[in-house]
């Protein structure tokens, strides 16, 4: 009892675990792949702008964005993306626990890799 309460979270009944690890913990894991990923997307293309600029112009200091411009640009940017994670599933909670062929990409790491982290960056230079 004394560490149910001194959890962050507790459960009820351990028939909920299976929920808990199988449904919840794969959609966290895809949403945190997806949205760390696109963090960086969106902080490369700032840079990526700045670097191109500075060449340009013979390596002058001056931003060429204003403070509230990036402030804008990365709270708006980032805010619906993540509205759109929060709500996306790719498959329902049933399908999800009836095929476990569907932890196999999960497992291999394949949503959160170097290629994917590659293909990001070539997006954002892009």
């Given at each position: 009892?004394?560490?149910?309460?001194?959890?962050?979270?507790?459960?009820?009944?351990?028939?909920?675990?299976?929920?808990?690890?199988?449904?919840?913990?794969?959609m966290s894991y895809q949403r945190s792949a997806k949205l760390s990923q696109f963090?960086?997307?969106?902080?490369?293309?700032?840079?990526?702008?700045?670097?191109?600029?500075?060449?340009?112009?013979?390596?002058?200091?001056?931003?060429?964005?204003?403070?509230?411009?990036?402030?804008?640009?990365?709270?708006?940017?980032?805010?619906?993306?993540?509205?759109?994670?929060?709500?996306?599933?790719?498959?329902?909670?049933?399908?999800?626990l009836k095929y476990p062929i569907l932890y196999e990409n999960l497992q291999a790491?394949?949503?959160?890799?170097?290629?994917?982290?590659?293909?990001?960056?070539?997006?954002?230079?892009?």
């Open positions: 009892m004394q560490a149910s309460l001194a959890s962050d979270f507790s459960i009820i009944k351990f028939n909920h675990v299976k929920d808990l690890l199988l449904w919840h913990g794969r963090v960086i997307h969106r902080g490369l293309i700032i840079a990526f702008i700045q670097a191109i600029f500075t060449m340009i112009f013979f390596s002058v200091t001056i931003p060429i964005y204003n403070g509230y411009l990036v402030l804008c640009y990365s709270t708006i940017y980032t805010s619906l993306p993540v509205f759109s994670l929060v709500l996306d599933e790719d498959v329902d909670r049933e399908t999800c790491g394949r949503s959160l890799n170097i290629k994917t982290f590659l293909i990001w960056i070539w997006k954002s230079i892009y």
